[in-house]
């Protein structure tokens, strides 16, 4: 995968979007300082700069369809995942895409889709990775950095080679259409995949206690509640409180 550093821009998600039509194949995109990095949801990205990985990935990809789109997400997430574990740390996704170290935050992904027709013409798959920052400003309520966890600082060079080479991995078997696979290995790093957890349900405003039950090509995500009964939820209407 080529890798290109930027040393600042508004965000690598926008600088790709913006140079898709020029650009050739698969393409990383990382930035020491990015001065608009975009979470999920409309949320902003806070990273010190110079201490963390926030990079962008313009992909094609020609192996699914926009119903199956959600498979893209997992195997960038589970990228990060081998990442993080070929540094000794141990993560969990948290639906649909947040990286989990225990219950803090290490990354977020953002991926945004290109739709030409009835088909994906380019995604950006926009990641942020807390690597070496400390202290965090902003108001996400459990941040965590691989630093933090491990005592030590991280070269951003080799973190993110190693995240290139896990990515490309993770897109071969996509594009393999391996997706049997690829889904069963999202579904045992779900971060509160087993047992019953409380969630709130946007859609009704009221909490609930429910299970995982299974989450579809497209991304819905099926709790079974305590009686017996499941319901579908979309993005954004269903969240994990964390107390």
């Not at 195997?75 to 947040?98: H, M, Q, R």
């Not at 088909?119 to 798959?125: K, L």
């Amino acid at each position: 995968m080529r890798v290109e550093w930027l040393e600042e821009v508004d965000s690598t998600n926008s600088w790709l979007r913006r140079e898709a039509p020029a650009v050739a194949g698969t393409l990383m995109v990382a930035a020491r300082r990015q001065t608009a990095g975009r979470g999920q949801r409309g949320n902003s990205w806070e990273s010190e700069p110079g201490s963390n990985l926030t990079f962008s990935v313009l992909y094609h990809p020609l192996a699914i369809a926009p119903r199956e789109q959600f498979m893209l997400s997992e195997a960038v997430a589970l990228a990060v995942c081998d990442t993080l574990a070929s540094f000794g740390i141990s993560a969990s996704v948290k639906w649909p895409n947040d990286i989990y170290a225990g219950d803090l935050k290490i990354c977020g992904i953002l991926i945004e889709h290109s739709l030409l027709g009835a088909a994906i013409s380019h995604s950006v798959i926009g990641v942020g990775l807390n690597v070496n920052q400390l202290v965090f400003h902003g108001d996400a309520p459990n941040p965590v950095s691989m630093a933090a966890l491990a005592g030590r600082p991280f070269p951003l060079e080799e973190v993110c080679a190693r995240v290139a080479d896990a990515m490309e991995a993770r897109l071969a078997q996509l594009e393999r259409r391996d997706f049997g696979a690829l889904h069963s290995l999202y579904m045992s790093r779900l971060w509160r995949g087993v047992g019953e957890w409380p969630f709130v349900d946007c859609r009704e405003k009221s909490r609930i206690r429910a299970s995982i039950h299974g989450i579809a090509p497209d991304g819905t995500l099926t709790l079974r509640l305590a009686d017996g009964s499941s319901r579908a939820y979309a993005f954004k209407e269903v969240t994990f409180p964390l107390d």
